[in-house]
């Protein structure tokens, strides 16, 4: 894996990337749902036509 996740609120400066870590697993999973959707509107909007 590659990727970089980080607990904003008890890490604001970003020093332990959780992308491994298997308690942010559904969180990982969740985000990366969202990230599909929305690329899908993009994908479909007047812009990805010209």
Known sequence: KSGE???MEKDP???TNLIDNPG???VLSDMK???KGK???IQ???L???
């Open 5 to 7: 996740l980080y607990d």
């Open 13 to 15: 400066k970003q020093y």
């Open 24 to 26: 942010y697993a559904k």
């Open 33 to 35: 749902e969202k990230l």
């Open 39 to 41: 690329l899908s509107k």
């Open 44 to 46: 479909k909007n007047d």
């Open 48 to 50: 990805s036509e010209k």
